[in-house]
């Protein structure tokens, strides 16, 4: 459905719907085609683009987390190995099988990480996606050509899943979409509404667009913000205490020359205790992650200037030829809504796992978890809210509900020298992805920014035209955005 209809639907929808989803992404999203495909008549508001804040921002992995089998968390394990397989399953348009190469320097670490990632194979089940295996030196270097040779032993072999993780969530808008949901961003929840009894019963939301207020009714609140959900738990309750310990994960983006490879890179031991991927991705390499805790969480974080430092540094122990600064073509910033447990001295140490929060007024927090186990987290969160409502007990349908990439084939001329994007490509992500801004063309719809931020910069004005044509802007409202968009893409560069 086009914009302009969703609002429309909206205005001419005078009863209750029966489930509002304030946030879009990964949980909200899942949220939506889990309640719409059980039949529910579903509402998902976003105040900005969908995927805007950590959904687009992740290392690009579905995995059952390698790390967490050191801290013991065989649950988490387990539960992200089974959605893992699921997702291969249901959406193997977007899920890929990605080999992993673990680089070895002593005959322990050999054994050591071995032995680790047998384990992650018998929790794989029948769901496994291939098994892990002993590399010789020369095997691995094949692999790897451009890791440090010198005491290099070995290594092991393992296999998890890859996506683009933006490009995947407007693929679940749209399969919700298709079952009936109404998905609208740039709609900014700013209160909610109770009834007699004290329980939300619906919310108040501003279409940034057009600034067109509307207060809208619901049989259940379901608030799956992310990093902003404890803003949303006090429109219910003003005293609310947060829940959410935030922690920011950074990412350096590479020409693909520094694999050369189509495996990726695990080096399981940093200087603060965690593990570091290099992988490609969109013919080029991804680094990272980091792991930052902070006091405030923001719609475009910031990248430290010392974990760039972490990042190079630790990369560099791994290769050849030492990676600087001047290598880098962008890199982004996202923030992991962590829960809070006053026992845990760092965020690193914080569970991955989901947490789903009611409260007395009835509104339903869900927050937490991680990519890989989004559909999980949606279908917990549906049940509780059928729990809660008068809604009818329907069972979950997404266990086996595919869903495949509905965008066109591009096509046709690019839209500047150098920059692979057709007005095809564009024209299909206004009218079929939800697109609005040049921003989330180039950040979201095609990755361009989170690529190369120097070459999307070039690309902002092309694309600034195209949409001004589609969308029936002004001269105005070019300049505008390409302008807002150059100053942001500042933000992607060192």
């Given at each position: 459905m086009r914009r302009f209809q969703i609002i429309e639907r909206i205005r001419d929808h005078k009863k209750a719907w029966d489930v509002v989803i304030i946030g879009g992404g990964a949980t909200g999203a899942g949220c939506a085609l889990d309640a719409a495909s059980r039949g529910f008549e579903t509402l998902l508001l976003e105040r900005a683009d969908f995927g805007k804040g950590t959904s687009s921002r992740s290392t690009k992995l579905i995995h059952g987390g390698v790390r967490y089998l050191a801290q013991g968390n065989i649950s988490l394990v387990r539960e992200s190995l089974r959605e893992r397989g699921l997702l291969l399953e249901n959406a193997p348009d977007f899920v890929k099988k990605l080999e992993f190469t673990v680089p070895c320097y002593s005959r322990f670490e050999k054994f050591y990480y071995g032995i680790g990632l047998k384990l992650y194979d018998l929790l794989s089940g029948k769901l496994r996606f291939g098994r892990s295996r002993f590399l010789s030196k020369d095997e691995t270097l094949e692999r790897l050509p451009n890791i440090r040779s010198d005491g290099l032993t070995g290594g092991i072999s393992y296999f998890d899943g890859q996506f683009d993780d933006a490009n995947f969530l407007i693929e679940i808008l749209k399969s919700a979409s298709s079952n009936g949901a109404s998905c609208l961003n740039y709609a900014t929840v700013f209160d909610v509404s109770k009834d007699s009894n004290g329980?939300?019963?619906?919310?108040?939301?501003?279409?940034?667009?057009?600034?067109?207020?509307?207060?809208?009714?619901?049989?259940?609140?379901?608030?799956?913000?992310?990093?902003?959900?404890?803003?949303?738990?006090?429109?219910?309750?003003?005293?609310?205490k947060n829940i959410i310990a935030p922690s920011q994960g950074i990412h350096l983006v590479f020409d693909s020359s520094l694999l050369s490879s189509k495996t990726a890179l695990m080096i399981p031991k940093t200087t603060d205790g965690r593990v570091l991927f290099a992988i490609p991705f969109h013919n080029k390499t991804l680094v990272g992650t980091t792991d930052t805790a902070i006091e405030t969480v923001s719609e475009e974080p910031a990248a430290l200037e010392s974990e760039i430092d972490f990042i190079l540094q630790n990369a560099n122990s791994y290769f050849e030829k030492d990676l600087s600064r001047a290598d880098v073509l962008s890199f982004f910033a996202g923030i992991r809504p962590l829960v809070k447990n006053s026992a845990r001295s760092s965020t690193k140490q914080l569970s991955r796992d989901h947490t789903i929060e009611i409260d007395n007024s009835n509104l339903l927090t869900i927050t937490g978890g991680k990519w890989t186990t989004y559909r999980n987290m949606?279908?917990?969160?549906?049940?509780?809210?059928?729990?809660?409502?008068?809604?009818?007990?329907?069972?979950?349908?997404?266990?086996?509900?595919?869903?495949?990439?509905?965008?066109?084939?591009?096509?046709?001329?690019?839209?500047?020298?150098?920059?692979?994007?057709?007005?095809?490509?564009?024209?299909?992500?206004?009218?079929?992805?939800?697109?609005?801004?040049?921003?989330?063309?180039?950040?979201?719809?095609?990755?361009?920014?989170?690529?190369?931020?120097?070459?999307?910069?070039?690309?902002?004005?092309?694309?600034?035209?195209?949409?001004?044509?589609?969308?029936?802007?002004?001269?105005?409202?070019?300049?505008d955005q390409t302008s807002s968009f150059t100053d942001l893409a500042q933000s992607y560069k060192i």
């Amino acid at each position: 459905m086009r914009r302009f209809q969703i609002i429309e639907r909206i205005r001419d929808h005078k009863k209750a719907w029966d489930v509002v989803i304030i946030g879009g992404g990964a949980t909200g999203a899942g949220c939506a085609l889990d309640a719409a495909s059980r039949g529910f008549e579903t509402l998902l508001l976003e105040r900005a683009d969908f995927g805007k804040g950590t959904s687009s921002r992740s290392t690009k992995l579905i995995h059952g987390g390698v790390r967490y089998l050191a801290q013991g968390n065989i649950s988490l394990v387990r539960e992200s190995l089974r959605e893992r397989g699921l997702l291969l399953e249901n959406a193997p348009d977007f899920v890929k099988k990605l080999e992993f190469t673990v680089p070895c320097y002593s005959r322990f670490e050999k054994f050591y990480y071995g032995i680790g990632l047998k384990l992650y194979d018998l929790l794989s089940g029948k769901l496994r996606f291939g098994r892990s295996r002993f590399l010789s030196k020369d095997e691995t270097l094949e692999r790897l050509p451009n890791i440090r040779s010198d005491g290099l032993t070995g290594g092991i072999s393992y296999f998890d899943g890859q996506f683009d993780d933006a490009n995947f969530l407007i693929e679940i808008l749209k399969s919700a979409s298709s079952n009936g949901a109404s998905c609208l961003n740039y709609a900014t929840v700013f209160d909610v509404s109770k009834d007699s009894n004290g329980n939300v019963n619906g919310v108040s939301f501003t279409d940034e667009e057009s600034g067109e207020l509307f207060e809208v009714r619901s049989q259940v609140v379901i608030n799956a913000a992310g990093a902003f959900c404890d803003s949303i738990r006090r429109f219910s309750n003003s005293y609310a205490k947060n829940i959410i310990a935030p922690s920011q994960g950074i990412h350096l983006v590479f020409d693909s020359s520094l694999l050369s490879s189509k495996t990726a890179l695990m080096i399981p031991k940093t200087t603060d205790g965690r593990v570091l991927f290099a992988i490609p991705f969109h013919n080029k390499t991804l680094v990272g992650t980091t792991d930052t805790a902070i006091e405030t969480v923001s719609e475009e974080p910031a990248a430290l200037e010392s974990e760039i430092d972490f990042i190079l540094q630790n990369a560099n122990s791994y290769f050849e030829k030492d990676l600087s600064r001047a290598d880098v073509l962008s890199f982004f910033a996202g923030i992991r809504p962590l829960v809070k447990n006053s026992a845990r001295s760092s965020t690193k140490q914080l569970s991955r796992d989901h947490t789903i929060e009611i409260d007395n007024s009835n509104l339903l927090t869900i927050t937490g978890g991680k990519w890989t186990t989004y559909r999980n987290m949606a279908e917990g969160a549906v049940d509780h809210a059928i729990e809660i409502s008068n809604l009818p007990a329907k069972a979950c349908r997404t266990k086996k509900l595919k869903i495949k990439d509905s965008r066109i084939e591009s096509s046709g001329e690019w839209i500047a020298p150098d920059i692979q994007i057709t007005k095809a490509e564009i024209v299909d992500a206004i009218e079929n992805g939800f697109a609005r801004t040049v921003e989330d063309i180039l950040s979201r719809r095609t990755r361009l920014l989170f690529l190369d931020a120097e070459r999307a910069v070039t690309a902002a004005k092309p694309v600034a035209l195209i949409m001004a044509e589609i969308l029936k802007r002004d001269a105005i409202w070019v300049e505008d955005q390409t302008s807002s968009f150059t100053d942001l893409a500042q933000s992607y560069k060192i």
